[in-house]
C-alpha cells in the first residue's frame, strides 16, 4: 500500500537521500545498477551507469554484513576493487540538473550500456546480499555513498546449501514501490507534481539505480524497502545464525532447491509475490518444511515475473477507494485490468488463476492464512461465513497518518494469551502481559486473524485460519481507525471507521503445522525486526533528531526460538 510523495528529488546532485551528504562539492556523481539484481557465483558481474561527468568511474563490491545501527542504512565491507574504469553513458551538462533517465525507465529499465565489472563471481563469495559502488575515487570509500542512485544492491543465491535456513528476499516489493522515473505501480507524477493514481504503471523493471535504497515518500530518518532486511542480517550475524539469501523471484523460477533446507524466512515487508512462488513456499509446508514470517503485509499482491526476472507486472483493478477525504484514490474493488482478465459472465470456463489483483479477492480467492496463518483484509471470509460484506472489515492494522503529515504513530505492543507456547520460552511472560510496546512493534503494517475476544483472550473465528492454529500474542489496535485527522479539530466516533490512513484491526501472532508436520511461525508486522537492534524511532518524524528506542530482549528470545526450533531436522 501506498501514500502521498513529494516531487522527485532524486536526481538533484545537491541532495543527499538518507544521511547528510559528506561529499566534498563537485564530488562526481554517477548512477547505476546491476544488469542483474540476482546471481550466483561462476556468473559475471554487470553493471550499467551513467553520468553528466567527464571523470573515470570505478566499481567496487562490498557485502553487506548488516545495518548502520541504530539508522536504517547497509553497513558494508568491501570484498572486490575494480581496477579497469567502467564505460557510462556520458549524458551531457543540462540547466537544472533533469534526471538521467528515459521516459519510460521505471516500466521498461534505463537501457544503459554494460560495462563487466568482474567475468566471474568467486566461488569463495558467500551467499548473501551485495552492493556495487560506483565513484570517481581512486581507492575504495569503505561507506555507503551519501546521495542514491551510486549504490546498488544484488543476491548473490547459492550454489549449493550452505546452511539449513534461506532468506527470502522481497525485490518484487522493493521494485513495486521504487521510482526513478515518474511511476510505480501506484501513481504517478503530473507536470504540476501532483500524484496522481491514474498515472500509475503496471509494469516495473529492476534496470533502474537506486532500487531497496531509496525511501522518497519517507522522512530523512524513515526506512527505505531494504532496511528490515539490514536490521535482520544485522542480528544474525551477532547471533551467529547462518543464512543462504535469494529474491522471490529466484523461487519463482526454480531455481532454488526449497527441499535441500529445513527453514524459509521472510522479513519486513514484503508484499508483492508471483503464483509460482506462492506455490512453491505453499508446497514446502505441505511436505514438512518450516517457514518463519517476520513481517507485515505479506503476500498481499499477485504479480508476474517477466524477461526472465528482469521486470514484474502487476494491473491490480479498475476504480479506487480514497486513501483519506481529499486525496488521490487507491487501487479499489472493480473489474480487473489485467488483460489475461476474463468476466466469468462471458467466459466461465476461462482460468483466472494468474490475474494480478490481490491475492485474497476474486477471481483468485486464496487468503494469505493458506500460507502464513494471518490475513491483512478478511472481509471475503466473512461473505464465505453468510456474513454481511457490505463494510470493511480488517485483521491486521494499518497506521499511515505520519507518512501524510499527522501524528505519529501510537505505541503499541503484543498482549501475551498463550504463555505456555514454545516461542515463549526463557522470556518470563505471563498471559496478560505486554512486550514490544516501547518499541512500536506493532506497525506500520500488520496483519492478523478474524477473531472473538472472549475473557481478554482471542479466539479465531475459523472463517480462513488453518486447523489447529494457535494464538501466541495479539494488539487489538481496532480503535486506530476511529479518529479522522483529516478534520480539525479531529473527531472520532468509536466503532466508526472514519479514515483510511489508520486501519484498525486484531493483529496475532501465530504458529500452526501442516498436515505433514511443516510448522509455521508468523510475527506479522513490518517492524518486527526494528525491535531486534536500537533503531531510530522514524515515527517521531517531527523531531529535528528523533530518540533511539532499544531493542525488545523479548522479541529477541522469541525470534531466537522460533529460528532455532524451526531449523531442526523436520520430519521425513
Same mark, same amino acid.
Given at each position: 500500500m501506498s501514500v502521498l510523495r513529494p516531487r522527485h528529488p532524486g536526481f538533484d546532485r545537491r541532495i543527499s537521500i538518507g544521511a547528510?551528504?559528506?561529499?566534498?562539492?563537485?564530488?562526481?556523481?554517477?548512477?547505476g545498477y546491476?544488469?542483474?539484481?540476482s546471481l550466483v557465483a561462476g556468473e559475471p558481474l554487470d553493471v550499467q551507469v551513467a553520468t553528466r561527468e567527464e571523470a573515470d568511474c570505478f566499481a567496487d563490491v562490498y557485502r553487506v554484513v548488516g545495518c548502520e545501527d541504530p539508522g536504517f542504512d547497509p553497513a558494508i565491507e568491501i570484498v572486490a576493487r575494480c581496477d579497469a574504469a567502467v564505460k557510462p553513458l556520458r549524458c551531457g551538462q543540462v540547466a537544472g540538473h533533469?534526471?538521467?533517465?528515459?521516459?519510460?525507465?521505471?516500466?521498461?529499465?534505463?537501457?544503459?550500456p554494460v560495462s563487466r565489472v568482474l567475468d566471474a563471481i568467486p566461488e569463495t563469495w558467500q551467499s548473501g546480499v551485495y552492493l556495487v559502488q560506483f565513484t570517481s575515487s581512486r581507492k575504495p570509500t569503505g561507506r555507503l555513498s551519501a546521495q542514491m542512485g551510486q549504490d546498488a544492491l544484488f543476491v548473490l543465491r547459492p550454489a549449493r546449501p550452505s546452511a539449513p535456513r534461506l532468506l527470502q528476499i522481497g525485490v518484487a516489493t522493493w521494485s513495486a514501490y521504487h521510482l526513478w522515473g515518474n511511476r510505480d505501480l501506484y501513481?504517478?507524477?503530473?507536470?504540476?507534481g501532483s500524484w496522481l493514481h491514474e498515472l500509475r504503471t503496471h509494469r516495473v523493471s529492476f534496470s533502474r539505480p537506486g532500487i531497496g535504497l531509496g525511501a522518497f515518500n519517507q522522512s530523512l530518518w524513515g526506512p527505505g524497502k531494504g532496511s528490515y532486511l539490514f536490521k535482520f542480517l544485522q542480528w544474525c550475524a551477532v547471533e551467529g545464525i547462518g543464512l543462504d539469501c535469494c529474491t522471490g523471484l529466484d523461487i519463482d523460477a526454480g531455481t532454488i532447491d526449497l527441499d535441500a533446507y529445513e527453514l524459509v524466512i521472510t522479513v519486513g515487508h514484503d508484499e508483492y509475490w508471483t503464483g509460482p512462488q506462492r506455490d512453491a513456499i505453499e508446497g514446502f509446508v505441505a511436505r514438512g518444511g518450516n517457514a518463519a514470517f517476520l513481517g507485515g503485509n505479506l503476500s498481499y499482491w499477485q504479480v508476474r515475473s517477466l524477461d526472465d526476472g528482469e521486470a514484474i507486472e502487476c494491473y491490480k483493478r479498475r476504480?479506487?477507494?480514497?486513501?483519506?477525504?481529499?486525496?488521490?484514490?487507491?487501487?479499489?474493488?472493480?473489474?480487473?485490468?489485467?488483460?489475461?482478465?476474463?468476466?466469468?459472465?462471458?467466459?466461465?470456463?476461462?482460468?483466472?488463476?494468474?490475474?494480478?489483483?490481490?491475492f485474497h479477492s476474486q477471481p483468485i480467492d486464496r487468503p494469505p492464512?493458506?500460507?502464513?496463518?494471518?490475513?491483512?483484509?478478511?472481509?471475503?471470509?466473512?461473505?464465505?461465513?453468510?456474513?454481511?460484506?457490505?463494510?470493511? &472489515?480488517? /485483521?491486521? +492494522?494499518? !497506521?499511515?497518518? @505520519?507518512?501524510? %503529515?499527522?501524528?505519529?504513530?501510537?505505541?503499541? *505492543?503484543?498482549? &501475551?494469551? /498463550?504463555? +505456555?507456547? !514454545?516461542?515463549? @520460552?526463557?522470556? %518470563?511472560?505471563?498471559?496478560?502481559?505486554?512486550? *514490544?510496546?516501547?518499541?512500536?512493534?506493532?506497525?506500520?503494517?500488520?496483519?492478523?486473524?478474524?477473531?472473538?475476544?472472549?475473557?481478554?483472550?482471542?479466539?479465531?473465528?475459523?472463517?480462513?485460519?488453518?486447523?489447529?492454529i494457535e494464538i501466541v500474542a495479539f494488539a487489538d489496535c481496532r480503535h486506530w481507525a476511529e479518529t479522522d485527522y483529516s478534520q480539525r479539530p479531529p473527531s472520532c466516533t468509536p466503532g466508526v471507521r472514519c479514515n483510511q490512513a489508520a486501519l484498525g484491526g486484531v493483529v496475532t501472532i501465530v504458529s500452526w503445522r501442516s498436515e505433514a508436520g511443516g510448522e509455521v511461525f508468523t510475527a506479522p508486522t513490518t517492524d518486527w525486526v526494528f525491535a531486534l537492534r536500537p533503531t531510530?524511532?522514524?515515527?517521531?518524524?517531527?523531531n529535528v533528531r528523533p530518540p533511539v528506542n532499544a531493542a525488545s530482549e523479548h522479541v529477541i528470545q522469541i525470534t531466537r526460538n522460533a529460528i532455532e526450533r524451526l531449523s531442526r531436522r523436520r520430519p521425513s
Open positions: 547528510p551528504s559528506t561529499e566534498p562539492s563537485g564530488t562526481p556523481y554517477f548512477a546491476a544488469r542483474a539484481i533533469p534526471p538521467l533517465a528515459p521516459g519510460a525507465c521505471d516500466s521498461e529499465g534505463c537501457g544503459w501513481g504517478g507524477l503530473a507536470d504540476d476504480g479506487g477507494v480514497p486513501l483519506r477525504s481529499h486525496s488521490q484514490p487507491m487501487p479499489g474493488d472493480g473489474e480487473p485490468l489485467d488483460p489475461l482478465y476474463r468476466s466469468p459472465d462471458h467466459n466461465p470456463q476461462h482460468d483466472n488463476h494468474s490475474v494480478t489483483v490481490e492464512t493458506s500460507l502464513t496463518g494471518v490475513s491483512m483484509r478478511n472481509d471475503e471470509s466473512r461473505r464465505r461465513a453468510g456474513e454481511d460484506p457490505s463494510g470493511l &472489515v480488517f /485483521a491486521g +492494522a494499518c !497506521w499511515w497518518w @505520519e507518512d501524510l %503529515g499527522g501524528p505519529e504513530r501510537p505505541s503499541a *505492543g503484543f498482549t &501475551v494469551s /498463550a504463555e +505456555a507456547h !514454545w516461542a515463549l @520460552e526463557g522470556t %518470563g511472560l505471563l498471559d496478560g502481559d505486554v512486550f *514490544g510496546a516501547e518499541q512500536k512493534v506493532v506497525g506500520f503494517e500488520c496483519d492478523g486473524l478474524d477473531v472473538e475476544i472472549k475473557d481478554g483472550r482471542p479466539a479465531p473465528t475459523g472463517c480462513d485460519s488453518p486447523p489447529g531510530i524511532d522514524y515515527t517521531r518524524y517531527r
